[in-house]
């Protein structure tokens, strides 16, 4: 069983620039969220795909936004980066079906920093 | 006011200790409640469900009061390998989002 991949595991960009973080689905897995972790606080909701639409958004501004492909696997990508971006994001795939939802299973977490 | 709650901590206590925490959601239409386990600069993990009936692994037991609106990790015979942040969730919202709490840290000493 293959587990939840992310890519990079760190980053350093400026202020202004762009971003794209990767995620690959743990095998079987048809749901995709994405996190934002900030030191010393617990992973806030950024956005949830299932079958490659939009299925929840957190309280993020527009330049997040994100993707999920055919195979499950997803993109987050950020706009006009602010230094307040600079924190752990996360992607946890489960499964959905119905009403019934898995736990989720986390990456090890990209670490973005923003100068 | 958040949608899970908890209290931070951190909790320091004595190997072989009992320790507790709890966390309360505001989301009465709240489904599904976990706890992860998260260590430092790592990602969280699932430790167990929590089911309406209580659930026990071992050294641990977590509980569901939904009259009150909170769940609870119990651990008992604390190990120093406990020592990590303890996540509560709960899916919020028609679309069932797992919401975290902030994380309650513990930390087990000799």
């Known amino acids: 069983e293959t587990g939840v991949t992310q890519s990079p595991t760190h980053l350093i960009k400026t202020r202004g620039q762009q971003v794209t973080l990767r995620c690959s689905s743990q095998?079987?897995?048809?749901?995709v969220s994405w996190y934002q972790q900030a030191l010393g606080q617990g992973p806030q909701f950024i956005f949830q795909?299932?079958?490659?639409?939009?299925?929840g958004r957190g309280n993020f501004p527009p330049r997040f936004s994100g993707l999920q492909f055919p195979n499950y696997s997803s993109e987050l990508n950020v706009n006009a980066l602010e230094l307040d971006d600079s924190a752990l994001y996360l992607c946890?795939?489960?499964?959905?079906?119905?009403?019934?939802?898995?736990?989720?299973?986390f990456g090890n977490g990209t670490r973005l920093t923003v100068t | 006011r958040k949608e899970v709650e908890q209290d931070p901590g951190p909790f320091n206590v004595p190997e072989g200790a009992t320790v507790a925490f709890n966390c309360t959601y505001s989301?009465?239409?709240?489904?599904?409640f976990f706890w992860y386990r998260q260590d430092c600069r790592k990602e969280p993990k699932l430790l167990m469900s929590?089911?309406?009936s209580g659930n026990e692994d071992g050294r641990f037991t977590a509980q569901l009061n939904r009259a009150s609106q909170y769940i609870s990790l119990l651990i008992r015979d604390s190990k120093l390998s406990d020592s990590a942040t303890y996540l509560c969730?709960?899916?919020?919202?028609?679309?069932?989002?797992?919401?975290f709490g902030r994380g309650t840290s513990l930390i087990v000493h000799p």
């Open positions: 946890a795939s489960s499964i959905k079906q119905g009403h019934y939802n898995s736990p989720l299973h």
């Open positions: 095998s079987g897995h048809n749901t």
């Open positions: 795909y299932y079958r490659e639409e939009e299925n």
């Open positions: 989301n009465s239409a709240s489904q599904s």
């Open positions: 929590v089911y309406s």
């Open positions: 969730v709960g899916s919020s919202g028609g679309s069932y989002i797992p919401t």
